[in-house]
C-alpha cells in the first residue's frame, strides 16, 4: 500500500514532538524550551485501513514570514511539490491557550492549498483556562478538519489517526486568498502572472526564500521587480498579517468562549491569594 507524507509544524512548544510521538511510538525528546527540535526528525504510523503514513516532525515556526534558519527548513519543504517529504497533508498542531496566534500559522498554510488538519492540543488545559470550543463551527470557518487531542491524557490521538487516513476528504481551499490579500495590488500583477502562482511567488519575493527548489523559470522574470519593490512588499506583508488577524479574531469571537468566572486556573489562584498569610498581618495592622 502507498505511504503518505504526513508534516507536522506548528508555532515551538505546541506540542508537535509530543504529537510525533504519539503518533509513531517513538521517543523523541520533548522540549522545556522552544526549538529543540532543530532538525526534521521522522518516524511511521499505521493508520486505519491499511494507510502507512511517513510522519516527518518540524522546527518550531511562528509564520512563513522567514526569519530564522528553523523557518527556512518548513518553507522551503512546503514550496517544493517535487520534495520527496512534500506533505500530503499538514498537520497544524497548535496549543488551546494560545489559539489566536497559533492560528496565524494555520491560515497561511492553509492558502498553500496543502490538505490540511489542525490538532488542538493541550487540551486538558480547557478546564483550568475556563475554555470552551465550537469544534464544528470553527471546522467550517477554517475549512479544515479539527483533532482536540491532549497528549498527556492520551485523547484525540485515535480520531486524529482516522483523520489522516481520510486524507483525500480534506479539503484543499484556503482561508484568505491571494486576492482578499491585497486586491489592488495583486490586479496589477494579474496581467503578469498566473494566477495560484501569485501567493507562493510572493511569499519567494517577500520572505527571500531560497526559491532555486521551487519551478525556477517562473520567478526569472522577477529579479528586477523584486528589488525595485522591496519596501512595497514589506508592507503588504505587514498588511497580509494584519489581515489575516482579523479573519482569526472573527473567527474565534464565535468558535471559542473563555469564561474566567469558570476558569479552574483563576480559582485556584484566588484562593492562594485569599489564603495566603499575609491578609493575616494586613487584618492586624489595620486593627
Ligand atoms: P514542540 O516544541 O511543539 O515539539 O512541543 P513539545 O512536544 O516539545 O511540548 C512542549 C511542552 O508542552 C512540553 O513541556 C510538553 O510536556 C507540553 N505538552 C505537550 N502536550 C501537552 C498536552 O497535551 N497537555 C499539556 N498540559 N502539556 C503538553
Ligand atoms: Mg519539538
Redesign the pocket.
Known sequence: SKQINVA?I????????????ALTGLN?????Y????VDKKEGVCKLPRGVKAHII?LP?TYSLNASSLDENVVIELLLNKNDKDFPDVAVV?S?VENLKRNLLLFTQIKDLEIPTILVI?????MDYKGISLDIEYLEKELNTKIAL?????NTGISELKTLISDYKKLSTKGCLNASEIDKAYFENLQNAFPDQLLYKLWLVITQDVNFGTVERQEFDSLEDFKTKSKADLKRLQQKETIKRYQFINNVLKKGQTIDLKNAKDLRIKLDRILTHKVWGYVIFFAI
Open positions: 507536522l506548528g508555532n515551538p512548544n505546541t506540542g508537535k514532538t509530543s504529537v510525533f510521538n523523541q525528546k520533548v522540549g522545556n522552544p526549538g529543540i527540535t516532525d518550531g498542531v496549543d492540543n493541550m487540551s486538558d488545559r487531542v491532549s497528549t498527556r491524557k
